[in-house]
Every structure is written in C-alpha cells, then in structure tokens.
T-cell receptor, first 115, second 110 residues
C-alpha cells in the first residue's frame, strides 16, 4: 500500500506511561518527518530529520523526543503526555537530496489516545 | 504569513464532477500539492503541479493553477463513492517546509 509504515496503528496510554512510535520508510529517502493531526486543526509539523540530523523542531514540548538512528527509521518517544496530546501522529519521508522543494510521502499514522 | 485556505465541505452526486478550491498566500511557492486522506489512513499524494504550469491532467484529475490570484483547484471527473475522503491542498515553500490547508471533506451521494 505505501512505502512508509508506522507501528503501532493505535495506542492508548496513561499520562504516566512511556511509549514509542515507530516509522520505517522503504523508498530510499533521506529525510523523515513527524506531524501531529488533531481534529479541526491544520497539520502541524513537529520534527524534520535529513540524513539523520534534526533540521527542524517546531517548539515541540520536551515530552516528545524524536530519534533517527538511520535514514530509514524514525522514532517518537513519548513520556508524561497530556490528554490534549491525543491525535493522529503521521510520519512522512522525502528524498532529502533535491536541494529544492521536497515532496513528502506519508505513512498511515498512529492514532494515540492519552487517558 | 504563509496560509492555505480551503472550504470545509463539498457534497456531490455520484457521476458528477467535483471541484475543490484552495487559495494560498506565498507567491514564491514552487510546488502545489493535492493529498487525499481516507478514514483511518494517512495522506496519499494524489498529484502536484509546478508553479510555472497552468494545468495538469492525470486520468480523472485535473489541476488548475491561477498564480496571479494564488488559486488552485482540483477537479475530479465522474466522481465515485470511493472518492469520498478529505482532500488537502498544500504549498511547497522550499526545502522541507510544506504548508497544508485544513482539508475539504468530500461527500459523494449514490
């Protein structure tokens, strides 16, 4: 279906839990992204990595901690989240080599519910 | 600032054409995109157009770009129930930054 996979697809966690979201891309890309999609709000860019280096952090709270061990994998570590963090978390990838506009390809998302 | 606006809802009958409209603000945008999101899924890239083009056709999809008015549209010919989804307009402002609209929910009535 898609060259970008995300696990788990659904996650329910308490505010004191620690969990991680995983993203893997099979497109040979070098850039990876985390977005947050909440109801009735535009897509919010959280983090961007290019060749494993973080290039963007859009003032995301420290309870979200990204990790990019290589160009194919991206993680989002979660701890002490708040109920308002409940959302669909989308991963995307792009070539990362064009030097111009990067066209992004998305995974199916992880639906997160924080209780 | 950079902004992408689109209407929230559109309802059409099966077999009719759907036209989803979008306006953007950044005149230096290089690529304009249309993504589709079905329930429980991520964003699927449908098509994109370079800013130096006026029109692009891809099977049932036609994209029109009016750069002077910063207006982008997506026309879906012979709309089917399987086209029911949320359609996102997005502008590429360079590099890793893409600005997304809030999405237009398309309802297709059988």
């Amino acid at each position: 279906e898609t060259g970008v996979t995300q696990t788990p697809r659904h996650l329910v966690m308490g505010m004191t839990n620690k969990k991680s979201l995983k993203c893997e891309q099979h497109l040979g890309h070098n850039a990876m992204y985390w977005y947050k999609q909440s109801a009735k709000k535009p897509l919010e860019l959280m983090f961007v990595y290019n060749f494993k280096e973080q290039t963007e952090n859009n003032s995301v709270p420290s309870r979200f901690s990204p990790e990019c061990p290589n160009s194919s994998h991206l993680f989002l570590h979660l701890h002490t989240l708040q109920p308002e963090d409940s959302a669909l978390y989308l991963c995307a990838s792009s070539p990362g080599t064009s030097g111009g506009q990067e066209t992004q390809y998305f995974g199916p998302g992880t639906r997160l519910l924080v209780l | 600032g950079e902004d992408v606006e689109q209407s929230l809802f559109l309802s059409v009958r099966e077999g009719d054409s759907s036209v989803i409209n979008c306006t953007y603000t950044d005149s230096s945008s290089t690529y304009l995109y249309w993504y589709k999101q079905e329930p429980g899924a991520g964003l699927q890239l449908l098509t994109y157009i370079f800013s130096n083009m006026d029109m692009k056709q891809d099977q049932r999809l036609t994209v029109l770009l009016n750069k002077k008015d910063k207006h982008l549209s997506l026309r879906i010919a012979d709309t089917q129930t399987g086209d029911s989804a949320i359609y996102f307009c997005a502008e590429g402002t360079g590099g890793f930054k893409t600005i997304f609209g809030a999405g237009t929910r398309l309802f297709v009535k059988a």
